[in-house]
């Protein structure tokens, strides 16, 4: 889509970030968990102070999808030990890429995979890692379409509730 931009978030952008962040998460998750760890993630991951955190860390990046003024998705990378998980030095991560419900199927989750991989490839990353929770088929299918292939699973939790994550890795 020649309309969508894809640019850097800064600590300025940081309430569009928090809106953007509960939202899709919301969007992608609310009906197969209960209310109660909904908000307790969404709460405890998307605080101001979480976020502001974040945005600090210099081995994190974030990236908005935006449609004229509208944030429409976003992308979270990890590189070094901002990565959720131990990794090799040479590794990156790609933390999220959510995109709001309406403007799912027009490519913009591929947009926001190609910067992540244009970011990854530049730094001179051995290869790019990700976690798909095991039922999110659509996130499973999308990244074996782009080349990653299993290699660990862990537990991700989500308030009170542990859930398993298929760690997935894609080779440069």
Do not use: C
């Not at 909904?38 to 976020?51: G, I, P, Q, R, V």
């Not at 730094?123 to 074996?144: C, D, I, P, Q, S």
């Amino acid at each position: 889509m020649e309309s969508i931009a894809i640019s850097p978030v800064g600590i300025n952008d940081i309430n569009k970030l928090q809106a953007i962040s509960r939202v899709t998460f919301a969007q992608t998750f609310d009906e197969h968990n209960s209310a109660e760890d909904m908000e307790a993630y969404l709460n405890t991951s998307y605080s101001t102070e979480k976020l502001t955190a974040e945005l600090n860390n210099p081995n994190s990046e974030f990236y908005f999808a935006i449609d004229g003024e509208l944030v429409v998705g976003y992308l979270k990378v990890n590189m070094g030990d901002a990565q959720t998980e131990s990794q090799q030095n040479d590794a990156f991560e790609i933390e999220r890429i959510y995109v709001d419900q309406a403007y799912l199927g027009k490519k913009i989750g591929q947009l926001l995979f190609n910067k992540a991989i244009d970011l990854a490839t530049a730094k001179k990353a051995a290869y790019v890692w990700l976690g798909v929770w095991e039922e999110n088929h659509r996130a499973l299918a999308f990244y074996k379409k782009n080349g990653f292939i299993p290699f660990d699973k862990h537990i991700f939790k989500l308030g009170n509730d542990e859930q398993t994550d298929i760690m997935m890795k894609l080779e440069l």
